[in-house]
């Protein structure tokens, strides 16, 4: 069965700092791993979507990047903001794009 | 472009009474899901249709849950008695294909329906 595992739990920064969030899963066996932002009370917003060929993924100041062989995926958030605060997910698919998801890293960025 | 729809946002009911919530996927997307979240957690699979079948509904407890999706659209998910435990918020999401890779596997999610069971 996977498990994905996302640490830190919680990350609380000032503005402005490059910072890493990591996530780690059990079956490299995957077809791609999607990142996912939540605001309180809302639902998932997809930020990133790698495939299992790929080895990064970029969008504006974001980037994830995906070691299959050794079931770890990275999201880097650039020069971060007030409005970056959220909880980001990652969630794996293996297979069917039914995704198994990380418990999620909660993000706090103070002005 | 609409995104996925679902209503109601929020829903407080008494245990034991019945609950129903309401799905409407991006347009043109074949796969629907509906995932559980419960708080401080991940969300976790209940069922997958695709079109009007369910596929995958190994998660679902169906001695109290149903779900259909009439003429592969719109879905539908209840909750019969319902019970504490309930107690979460209930994600549908929409997919263009299911197949295993490529970008028409990317997931998108409604807002969620919030419940909570008293």
């Known amino acids: 069965k996977q498990e994905v595992t996302q640490i830190p739990a919680a990350l609380s920064v000032p503005e402005g700092e490059n910072l890493v969030l990591n996530c780690s899963f059990t079956?490299?066996?995957?077809?791609?791993l999607q990142w996912f932002r939540q605001d309180p009370g809302k639902g998932l917003t997809s930020l990133l979507l790698?495939?299992?060929?790929?080895r990064e993924q970029t969008s504006g100041r974001l980037n994830a990047s995906l070691d299959k062989s050794s079931g770890r995926s990275t999201l880097y958030i650039a020069a971060s903001q007030p409005g970056d605060s959220a909880t980001y997910l990652c969630?794996?698919?293996?297979?069917?794009?039914?995704?198994?998801f990380g418990k999620g890293t909660m993000l706090l960025v103070s002005p | 472009e609409a995104g996925v729809v679902q209503s109601p946002r929020y829903k407080i009911i008494e245990k034991k009474q019945p609950v129903a919530f309401w799905c409407n996927p991006i347009?043109?997307?074949?796969?629907l899901y509906w995932y559980r979240q419960n708080l401080g957690q991940g969300p976790e699979l209940l069922i997958r249709?695709?079109?009007?079948?369910?596929?995958?509904d190994s998660q679902l407890p169906k001695d109290r849950f149903s779900a259909e999706r009439l003429k592969g659209v719109d879905s539908t998910l209840k909750i019969q008695p319902a019970e504490l435990g309930d107690s979460a918020v209930y994600l549908c999401?929409?997919?263009?294909?299911?197949?295993?890779?490529?970008?028409?596997?990317?997931?998108?999610f409604g807002e969620g329906s919030r419940l909570t069971v008293l």
């Open positions: 347009s043109g997307h074949n796969t």
């Open positions: 249709y695709e079109n009007e079948e369910a596929v995958d």
């Open positions: 079956d490299s066996a995957i077809y791609n």
């Open positions: 999401a929409s997919s263009l294909e299911a197949w295993s890779g490529g970008l028409n596997g990317e997931l998108f």
């Open positions: 969630a794996v698919n293996s297979g069917y794009s039914t995704l198994t």
């Open positions: 790698i495939q299992s060929s790929q």
